[in-house]
C-alpha cells in the first residue's frame, strides 16, 4: 500500500541583520528565537539584507525582520524590492505599506490632515504653521535612529532642503509607548516610565481610547498583512501624538512581555505569514 508523499512546507527567507547594534536593543536575540520559532511550520533559511535579491529564487516567501536601517543599504534594498516584485515573491511586511517603509513623508501628510501626530512640515513656506515651542527638532526626512536629528530654538530647515528634512516643535511628554499589532489585531502595548531610559520598557494596559487611537493609524496604513508598531507620546495635557509608524522592520522588544503574550503573538505571526501565501 503506498502512501502520499508529505506536503511540502513553505519556503521562507528570513531578513535580519544579526550584527546590526541599536542602543538597548539586541536584535540578535529576538531573531535567533523568531527564526527557530518559524521552523516549526515553515522550511527558512536566514540572510542578511545585502544578499536577500540574490537569494529570492527558490523561496515562497521572504520574512523582513530585524535587518536595520535601509539608508545604510539603499541600493541593495531597492535591489531586492525590484527583484521581489519581478518574481512576484510574497514578501512580508508587503511592500505596499505608506509609514516608515515609505519614508517619513507619512508625517507631513497626516500633520495636514489633522490627525493626532506631533504637527510636522518639510517646506520652509510651512514653519509658519507650527505651534510655538522651545526648541525644534530638524532631521532628514530619510533617516532612522536618529541619525542626522539635531534641535534648534528656531524652526528652520537646512538651506535647500525642501522636501528632504523634517521640522517638528520639541513636544513635552510623561512617557512614550508603542502599541503592536499583526495584521489588524492589536497583540500587546509597551511603555518608558522613565523618559531617559526609552528601551526599558514595561508591559502597558491600554484603554478603549488608546486602542482607538492606535487603530487610526493600523487602518490609515491599510496593510493586508504583517507587523506594525505605532510609537506615541503621551503629552503633558495627558493626549496621545503619533510619533512613528513603523511597519518595515519594527523591533519587538518580546523579551519584555510575558511568556503567554509572547506565545501568541508566534503564533499569530505563523497565521499572518501563511497568509501571504494564500
Known amino acids: 500500500m503506498s502512501t502520499a508523499p508529505a506536503a511540502r512546507r513553505p519556503a521562507v527567507l528570513y531578513v535580519t ?80 505599506g505608506r509609514g516608515d517603509m515609505a519614508g517619513k513623508q507619512y508625517l507631513v501628510e497626516m500633520s495636514r490632515a489633522g490627525l493626532p501626530v506631533i504637527p510636522t512640515v518639510d517646506r520652509a513656506a510651512d514653519l509658519g504653521l507650527l505651534p510655538r515651542a522651545a526648541e525644534y527638532a ?19 530647515l537646512p ?34 516610565p522613565d523618559t531617559e531610559r526609552r528601551w526599558v520598557l514595561e508591559p502597558y494596559g491600554p484603554g478603549p481610547a488608546d486602542l482607538e487611537f492606535a487603530r487610526t493609524f493600523i487602518r490609515w496604513n491599510s496593510l493586508a498583512h504583517g507587523i506594525q508598531r505605532v510609537d506615541a507620546c503621551r503629552t503633558l495635557e495627558g493626549g496621545l501624538l503619533l510619533v512613528e509608524l513603523e511597519d518595515l522592520n519594527p523591533y519587538l522588544s518580546l523579551d519584555r512581555v510575558s511568556e503567554e503574550v509572547r506565545e501568541a503573538f508566534v503564533a499569530r505571526m505563523k497565521t499572518s505569514v501563511r497568509g501571504v501565501l494564500a
Not at 144 to 152: E, I, K, N
Not at 173 to 184: A, G, K, N, P, Q
Open 138 to 156: 530638524v532631521k532628514p526626512k530619510a533617516g532612522a535612529d536618529s541619525v542626522g536629528l539635531r534641535f534648534t530654538t528656531d524652526p528652520v
Open 17 to 96: 541583520d544579526y550584527s546590526y547594534e541599536a542602543r538597548g536593543r539586541r536584535y540578535s536575540d529576538e531573531d535567533v528565537f523568531l527564526s527557530r520559532r518559524m521552523r516549526e511550520e515553515f522550511d527558512v533559511e536566514v540572510c542578511h539584507p545585502r544578499d536577500a535579491a540574490a537569494m529570492l529564487d527558490g523561496f515562497d516567501a521572504v520574512v523582513i525582520r530585524n535587518s536595520g536601517p535601509v539608508m545604510y543599504y539603499q541600493e541593495a534594498y531597492d535591489a531586492f524590492r525590484a527583484r521581489a516584485r519581478e518574481l512576484g515573491t510574497a514578501v512580508y511586511n508587503p511592500l505596499d
Open 159 to 192: 538651506e535647500g532642503s525642501d522636501g528632504t528634512f523634517l521640522v517638528q516643535p520639541r513636544i513635552d511628554f510623561r512617557y512614550e509607548v508603542s502599541f503592536y499589532f499583526i495584521d489588524d489585531d492589536f497583540q500587546y502595548a509597551l511603555y518608558a
